[in-house]
């Protein structure tokens, strides 16, 4: 089975969801970003599992609790303000819709996560929302947040996105590449100045390894402690 290929066409993207803290904390280490011109997508997390039929973590308690957890925990260790919002999982559609208009700017993108994620603000309420238009400068955003042309763009974001095979957010595309995941982002730095390493015979080797018969599953699964 071969692994899974990019139609990014050799373009550098950076696909969020401001639901995602790890978005979040992947921005704001913006600094340590290769150097290169990545287009910012904002797509729906919960729609990608969808497609894939990957549960959502805050479906499995014990794996919300972690996340959760786990969300803090790096943030205090990379130094990063982070405030829980009152509620999670919260409906980002209209800050995703927020981020459309403002076409993937950077500083609107960041505006809003640092709302949601540094104030612990709820973008999804009237207030919220009008709060929001408020603090990124683009209080008549209210007003144009339903615009059909919007709706269109986030639904051709989240086409794009698995069409490429992105499977969760954050995930970056480098030479038509997946990235997934804020502590991905040493790898990237490292296939950004070698991107030779993708074509290393073992990385190639683990690339199209073949999947084990179906009737071994669960054998495997218990030895290796799955």
Known sequence: M??????????????FDFISPFSYLLLEQHEKWPDIPFEFVPVQLLKLLD??????AATIPSKRVFTY????FRAEQLGIPFRMPPAHPFDPVK?????????????????????????GRDPSTPEGFRALCERVG????????????????????????????????PTFIVNDQIFWGEDTLPMVLYVARSPNWLEAAEVKRISNLPMA???????????IGA
């Open 2 to 15: 071969s692994a899974p290929h990019s139609t990014a066409g050799g373009r550098p993207y950076f696909f």
């Open 51 to 56: 497609r894939w039929k990957q549960p959502h």
């Open 138 to 169: 683009m209080p008549e955003a209210e007003s144009r947040i339903d615009d059909e042309d919007l709706k269109a763009k986030l639904r051709d974001n989240n086409d794009r996105a698995v069409q490429m095979g992105v499977f969760g957010v």
């Open 213 to 223: 018969p179906r009737e071994t599953d669960f054998g495997n699964a218990a030895e």
């Open 69 to 72: 957890r786990h969300a803090l």
């Open 95 to 119: 800050a995703l819709r927020l981020a459309v208009l403002a076409d993937g700017n950077i500083t609107c993108v960041r505006d809003i996560f640092r709302f949601i994620w540094r104030e």
